[in-house]
T-cell receptor, first 112, second 114 residues
């Protein structure tokens, strides 16, 4: 089975509730951020991104919030569904460079 | 449109054996990357290719070599596998236009070195 992520922090939410997953990024010069979803045994899947000139960006059932003052990123998932169960991690980048810094992730468990 | 594909999905090697991990993308992306993912750690960059014909070392290149065969394909070679190279390997690609350059990942290769 998938051994990556055995010791990740876990967020358990009831189906239908909203989920909030947090990420502290490391480089104050980073100006582009991505949230990825990784299901067991699969590769990371792009969810949503945001540039540093924005504080908030919305997608379908997902919202990303960026607080540059405290170097904090959050992912909000509305009406969480069983299919949302996965590991979520953030990535930061300086636009124009090839270096990404990836977080270790949070495991989201959706309870029926 | 398959996106990023990787072969094989699983591999078991003995210490000292060699192998090549294959990656291909059909999104006409310029840039391609190889990462490894280990428990408790974020993805770490092994090598990347900003464009066809160029390759550069990432954060953890020791023990690996790469070849950008053409615009579509980017392979990762382990010349003499070691147990420390047991990991999940992901290939990614991005447009590479120098703007917000979103990376898209393949399904991964799970490698065990005994």
């Amino acid at each position: 089975g998938e051994s990556v992520g055995l010791h990740l922090p876990t967020l358990s939410v009831q189906e239908g509730d909203n989920s909030i997953i947090n990420c502290a990024y490391s480089n104050s010069a980073s100006d582009y951020f991505i949230w990825y979803k990784q299901e067991s045994g699969k590769g990371p899947q792009f969810i949503i991104d945001i540039r540093s000139n924005m504080d908030k960006r919305q997608g379908q059932r997902v919202t990303v919030l960026l607080n540059k003052t405290v170097k904090h990123l959050s992912l909000q998932i509305a009406a969480t569904q069983p299919g949302d169960s996965a590991v979520y991690f953030c990535a930061e980048n300086i636009v124009g460079t090839y270096k990404y810094i990836f977080g270790t992730g949070t495991r989201l468990k959706v309870l029926a | 449109n398959a996106g990023v594909t990787q072969t094989p999905k699983f591999q078991v090697l003995k210490t000292g054996q060699s192998m090549t991990l294959q990656c291909a993308q059909d999104m006409n992306h310029n840039s391609m990357y190889w990462y490894r993912q280990d428990p408790g750690m974020g993805l770490r960059l092994i090598y990347y290719s900003a464009s066809e014909g160029t390759t550069d070392k990432g954060e953890v290149p020791n023990g690996y070599n790469v070849s950008r065969l053409n615009k579509r394909e980017f392979s990762l070679r382990l010349e003499s596998a070691a147990p420390s190279q047991t990991s999940v390997y992901f290939c990614a690609s991005s447009p590479g236009l120098g703007l917000t350059d979103t990376q898209y990942f393949g399904p991964g290769t799970r490698l065990t070195v005994l």
